[in-house]
């Protein structure tokens, strides 16, 4: 989230109960009217939390631009729905269960936007240290955040 930040997108961290979204899903419920400047909002979660993120915006999508998932996937039906989506995830990842992904791919919008972090791992996407069942990363933890900033800062250029 600095790393968006820097790029000059908002980001509004929602503590969860236990550190786990699943806790609390409708934590973002009333963030869009506290900053009223603000037109384009995504929701964005990784793991578990991209997960709930994507669970919520299937019943609030009129609030929200679009969705971004950080080794996630939705077990929500976005198909049909307007919202932009973008996917990442890294090639090393050893938590994301791959085969439910794949059976939930299906839920995203036809034209989603899915990037590959080429040596890129789970724990990566933050900075709490190794995850048990990770694979092995091939490049630096602040290498795979500036290219997720990144790939962030693309897809939402439309914010300003």
């Known amino acids: 989230m600095e ?18 979204a699943v806790l609390d899903i409708n934590a973002a419920k009333g963030i869009p009217e506290e900053y009223p400047d603000i037109e384009n909002w995504y929701m964005a979660g990784h793991s578990l939390g991209g997960s709930m993120a994507a ?8 609030e929200f631009k679009g969705l971004i998932l950080l080794a996630a996937y939705s077990t929500a039906d976005l198909k049909e729905t307007g919202l932009k989506v973008l996917s990442l995830y890294g ?20 034209a989603f936007t899915e990037i590959v972090i080429p040596g890129g791992c789970h ?4 900075s709490y240290g190794p995850q048990e069942g990770d694979g092995t990363p091939q490049i630096s933890n602040e290498e795979q955040i500036r290219f997720t900033a990144n790939a962030i800062g693309d897809f939402t250029e439309d914010l300003n």
């Open 123 to 126: 724990a990566y996407f933050g």
């Open 55 to 62: 669970s919520y915006i299937s019943s609030h999508e009129e």
């Open 3 to 20: 790393a968006c930040a820097k790029e000059g997108i908002l980001c509004v961290l929602l503590r969860m109960p236990g550190n786990l």
């Open 91 to 110: 090639s090393e990842d050893g938590v994301l269960k791959m085969d439910s992904y794949e059976k939930y791919r299906d839920n995203l919008p036809e």
